[in-house]
């Protein structure tokens, strides 16, 4: 099997280099791509960890390499306690059921919560692929498992709903005996990237035709070792998504923040100030992981008003906002996920006006004191405040006035009344109302219009 994956990614890589490519297959030629105007419009994403670490459910999505690699010993004890003797990882595969999968309400789901788009892992660094990989035998999710293409019906079902599609795929796999090799060699053979890794971008990007690949899994092997320009190349030049797909930055070890389509620079990672580059920031409800855990405990996760000011902070310095959850080994994404999803979904429903299509504007915050951010769409600025001022009155010292200023909350109805400050900016009189009666418990949205 893996040699026909193989021959049919040479094949397409000869094709491909047949018609004449407008990108060649190198970094300069690649980064110089324009990147396809829907990922910047879209702003908001939901992420989905899911794979054979959903079975232990403990630790984190790395429980295999914490057990197995590092020989961790609360790793070694929890498998002693929760599994029978001489249990393998391989073992927790059967146990990987999706029983309760139901992808449509997944899709119904991630709407409600705002997502313009969805990431799934179809490939983590354990290897288990999430559809039936040619080249992934016996450890994919139409032959053992589940016993469902979970990548293809969770597409079907966001398709159905116009959300776009992102598909997660680690480039290594920690225990492949192929890999291994590689790695033993300096990364002076390429046997693993061309029996394994290449022939399922390919065959990924063939059968499923994805909005977005997100690359992980890159940091161990350089650029010669892991082929990407070429798969890029052929990407961007012959694919059936050559003119919409969109890529992001983890295609070699020293990729990260410089070669590749949008940047994610590192999980979680926030630039301080308004990059250059166009990026994303990935973060997940539970903070001590991305897969799944049983034992999380509420003070672990992200409540509400966190998840909106990390969207605030991050869409104001230009990035898009990717928010994890983890569902578990049957496909249940568990009730506190979906309350989080459902909240942030609600504060989008009356304030995605300073979200969705957004700029950053000339300031993207106020000064320390002053919790506000700023968004823009032509010449109206959005000014989102994350905490109520005493008193009433918020001062905005960064944007200028004029006569025909109007100042504006997003969900109510009234227009609020301003005055210039004495130094520099407006004070704005917030709405005298009872908390219950404001369109949001927290984050509110100025619209301004008529400022400089």
Not at 329 to 338: A, D, R, S, T
Not at 397 to 418: A, C, D, N, R, Y
């Amino acid at each position: 099997m893996a040699s026909l994956g193989a021959a049919r990614w040479l094949l397409l890589l000869v094709a491909g280099a047949a018609c004449g490519p407008r990108y060649s297959p190198d970094w300069p030629s690649l980064d110089a791509r324009p990147l396809p105007a829907w990922f910047d419009q879209a702003k908001v994403g939901v992420f989905v960890h899911w794979g054979v670490f959903s079975v232990p459910a403990y630790g984190s999505e790395w429980f295999w390499w914490h057990w197995q690699g590092e020989r961790r010993a609360d790793y070694e004890r929890f498998v002693r306690e929760h599994f029978p003797p001489n249990t393998t990882y391989a073992d927790f595969a059967s146990r990987f059921t999706a029983r309760d999968f139901r992808p449509r309400y997944w899709a119904w789901l991630f709407e409600q919560a705002g997502a313009r788009y969805v990431v799934l892992t179809t490939k983590h660094h354990e290897g288990f692929t999430n559809w039936g990989s040619p080249v992934s035998w016996n450890w994919n999710s139409v032959d053992t498992g589940p016993h469902r293409d979970l990548v293809g019906e969770l597409g079907q079902a966001l398709r159905e709903r116009n959300i776009r599609y992102g598909l997660y795929h680690s480039l290594l796999e920690w225990f492949n005996p192929l890999y291994l090799d590689d790695k033993k060699n300096g990364f002076k053979t390429q046997n693993f990237v061309f029996s394994k890794t290449m022939p399922e971008l390919y065959d990924l990007v063939l059968r499923y035709k994805p909005d977005l690949v997100w690359s992980d899994g890159d940091w161990e092997g350089p650029e010669t070792y892991w082929n990407s320009t070429s798969f890029l190349a052929w990407l961007y030049n012959d694919s059936p998504v050559k003119d919409t797909v969109v890529v992001n930055d983890r295609w070699c070890n020293n990729c990260s923040c410089h070669h590749g389509g949008y940047y994610n620079c590192a999980d979680k990672y926030k630039p301080g100030t308004l990059p250059q580059h166009k990026w994303e920031m990935c973060t997940s409800i539970d903070k001590q992981s991305w897969g799944y855990r049983s034992n999380m405990q509420l003070n672990e996760l992200m409540d509400e008003s966190s998840i909106i000011s990390e969207l605030v902070q991050t869409v104001s310095f230009g990035g898009n906002f990717l928010l994890n959850v983890g569902p578990t080994k049957e496909g249940v994404i568990v009730p506190i996920f979906q309350e989080r999803l459902l909240s942030l979904g609600k504060w989008l429903s009356v304030n995605g006006e300073a979200i969705y299509a957004s700029k950053p504007w000339r300031v993207q915050m106020e000064s320390p004191t002053i919790n506000a951010w700023y968004t823009s769409k032509g010449s109206t600025v959005y000014a989102i405040f994350l905490t109520w001022p005493e008193g009433g009155v918020l001062k905005l010292s960064s944007p200028i006035p004029s006569p025909s200023t109007q100042v504006t909350m997003l969900g109510f109805s009234e227009t609020l009344k301003w005055e210039k400050a004495v130094d520099k900016g407006l004070l704005i009189t917030l709405p005298y109302v009872l908390p219950s009666v404001l369109p949001v418990p927290c984050c509110w949205t100025l619209k301004l219009e008529g400022v400089a």
